[in-house]
């Protein structure tokens, strides 16, 4: 494993052509452990890659949703050609600790990875199960190994955080992961409020490591890159200068700093939230260069001095305004930052495009999280990151925090949908909570039956309907593997064995038999 020439080979593959490392084979051969290992990710990983590459040259899509269990896993796989595993779901319903609560990333680090690891091991049982029945003359009717792609919030801590928790969805048999550009810190669900974004350079750095870490296990993980900046405010550092184009700053010179206001408001008992949303009103919020912009003559003079965004700092663009004969613009980032300290952003598309274009060497497809679904905001963020990045995959999250009813879209729209967005470049859909959503249908649906009209709720409504629409757990025996495990433990004792499981005294014998229900 300690290689170099192996490891160079690995890191050259044709499917690694547009990634970018700060590293090299060597530096992954010195952090190799010298006992091989294979993992199933890898097999999985070069799975996902391919079907990846394949749906993007037809400007088709592979579509899914969060799943919960592995009910869930091995029932979608029978139609599905990607699982997604989600961090909001297993906050939750699956939180190490046993406590569910809303997403905020706060619970145990090894929760996500735990829930890969039960859903992987269910979809390889069952996938080994149905070979082993189709041997007995059972046909296989569908392949139960479906690449999962999990939620890697935003790394759980620092850069070695990152490559521990990358670490352990490779062992638990991730096809990929996506990792988000918020501050560990803060992190939300990306449809709540109050997001604080990282530095641009920050997330590279967590990209970086994440990649080190599957070069390490010779694992061609999928990396999915996510920018919340579309509806941030706020954000952690002002040490990248491709920030420095959104920061905001106050630009009204008679203001205190908007933490020495609230303060006091808090010690006078006042109302803090109204009196930071006047102070914001009365600052006249910003960017640098809208400030200088303001002051120029020329359109010339605008053109040359926009083409510096992202290109140099705030303090190195006000001597080049400077020299252009603007002197005096009052434009200060510190005044509105937050109690935590904390800088003011102005998000949107164009945060979340350039974001995006520096964020594509390091990652296999990126996702900006929005507000609501819509084809011109999609359109507009493929175009601007594909003019630098032309052959970049892209990912949507077809998210249930959508009112989708709210979109005035009719059937034919709402079906079209991922059509549209698959001829854009976007290859991989996914809706983050429908496992968490249909469990809560069905299963106020049947209780709400069962409480009025007994066991007939359950035959009509269950039973019955698995029976006539051909879902496997009808007969959940069978589904469970009990046959598989009959064939484990006759094979221990020679077939000589008395107890199986799936012996003649079994009662699902009783549905190979069809009974014509009272009418």
Not at 336 to 349: D, F, K, M, T
Not at 400 to 408: E, L, Q
Request: glycine fraction near 6%.
């Amino acid at each position: 494993m300690r290689d170099v020439d192996a490891i160079h080979e690995f890191m050259t593959l044709p499917r690694f052509k547009d990634t970018k490392r700060p590293y090299t084979a060597k530096d992954v051969a010195r952090l190799t452990p010298p006992v091989p290992r294979v993992y199933a990710s890898a097999f999985m990983a070069t799975k996902l890659w391919k079907l990846l590459n394949d749906k993007y040259a037809k400007k088709s899509f592979s579509h899914t949703f969060g799943c919960l269990d592995p009910v869930q896993v091995v029932q979608a796989s029978k139609y599905l050609e990607t699982i997604y595993i989600s961090g909001w779901q297993s906050s939750s319903t699956a939180s190490i600790i046993n406590e569910p609560g809303p997403d905020l990333a706060d619970y145990p680090y090894n929760t996500v990875p735990n829930k890969c690891d039960q859903l992987y091991r269910a979809m390889e049982f069952h996938e080994t199960r149905m070979l082993e029945a189709a041997e007995r003359g059972d046909p296989k009717t569908f392949d139960c190994l479906t690449p999962i792609i999990a939620d890697a919030d935003a790394g759980h801590g620092g850069n070695h955080a990152m490559m521990r928790l990358t670490k352990l969805f490779i062992e638990a048999g991730a096809a990929g992961i996506h990792i988000e550009d918020q501050d560990q810190s803060t992190k939300k669900c990306g449809h709540m409020a109050g997001k604080v974004l990282v530095s641009t350079q920050q997330h590279i750095d967590r990209l970086v490591a994440a990649r080190l870490q599957a070069d390490i296990c010779r694992v061609p993980l999928i990396i999915v890159c996510r920018t919340d900046a579309e509806a941030a405010t706020q954000i952690n550092s002002n040490s990248d200068i491709r920030d420095h184009p959104f920061i905001l700053g106050c630009t009204n010179r008679a203001l205190e700093a908007l933490q020495i206001v609230i303060q006091r408001v808090a010690m006078q008992g006042g109302n803090v939230s109204q009196a930071t949303k006047k102070w914001r009103t009365e600052a006249n919020l910003i960017t640098f260069w809208e400030a200088v912009d303001r002051k120029l003559g020329s359109a010339a003079q605008r053109e040359k001095w926009n083409k510096l965004k992202g290109t140099t700092s705030i303090a190195n663009a006000a001597l080049i305004a400077k020299s252009m004969g603007i002197q005096d613009v009052y434009w200060n980032m510190d005044m509105p930052r937050s109690r935590e300290g904390y800088y003011q952003i102005r998000g949107g598309l164009e945060c979340c495009i350039e974001r995006g274009k520096a964020y594509a060497p390091y990652s296999d497809l990126i996702w900006m999280e929005t507000k609501k679904p819509g084809l011109p905001l999609a359109r507009k963020f493929a175009n601007g990151v594909k003019s630098m990045w032309p052959d970049q995959f892209l990912a949507y999250n077809l998210s249930p925090s959508f009112n989708w009813d709210a979109t005035g879209w009719s059937d034919q729209e709402l079906k079209n949908f991922q059509i549209e967005l698959g001829k854009l470049g976007y290859n991989w859909m996914f809706i983050t909570l429908a496992g968490f959503h249909l469990n809560a249908l069905a299963t106020d649906r049947f209780a709400r039956a069962y409480k009025q009209e007994y066991m007939l709720a359950y035959v009509r409504d269950i039973q019955r309907q698995e029976r006539n629409e051909g879902v496997e757990t009808l007969t959940h025996q069978k589904w469970s593997g009990a046959h598989f495990v009959d064939a484990k433990v006759q094979t221990v004792s020679g077939g000589l064995g008395s107890t199986s499981a799936m012996g003649e005294e079994n009662t699902e014998k009783q549905f190979g038999v069809i009974v014509k229900p009272k009418m």
